[in-house]
């Protein structure tokens, strides 16, 4: 799956996929208000929040080494840490968080089968 590392996920979990699925319905859920909180930090221009909610994300979904999440959103608390949102890009990159999630969700389920 080229949405997350299968082989590290594996090395660090075994392949025990009901608690890979119990962690990940907890992420399915609080994922939503994450990527709100990120979304509200890009409109409201707040540096400090977009640092702190991005880097919530990041650390929650590197959980499963999805990868484009990880870095995508490593990029946005980059730019919070900067104390400098640049509305357009945060903008692109938010878009771009939303798709890799989707197809890492997608993708994650399918794995669990």
Do not use: W
Not at 77 to 85: F, H, P
Not at 107 to 113: A, R, T, V
């Amino acid at each position: 799956m080229a949405s997350f590392d299968q082989k590290l996920l594996e090395e660090n979990f075994g392949d025990d996929r009901d608690i890979l699925g119990e962690l990940f319905l907890v992420f399915a859920e609080e994922a939503p208000k994450m990527m709100t909180n990120i979304s509200t930090s890009i409109s409201d221009n707040d540096s400090d929040s977009l640092r702190l909610h991005a880097h919530t994300f990041k650390g929650a979904v590197g959980n499963f080494f999805a990868t484009d999440c990880v870095e995508t959103s490593f990029e946005l608390e980059t730019m919070g840490r900067s104390g400098d949102v640049d509305q357009e890009r945060a903008k692109e990159l938010y878009n771009a968080l939303e798709s890799h999630l989707e197809a890492f969700s997608k993708d994650f389920k399918g794995y669990l089968g």
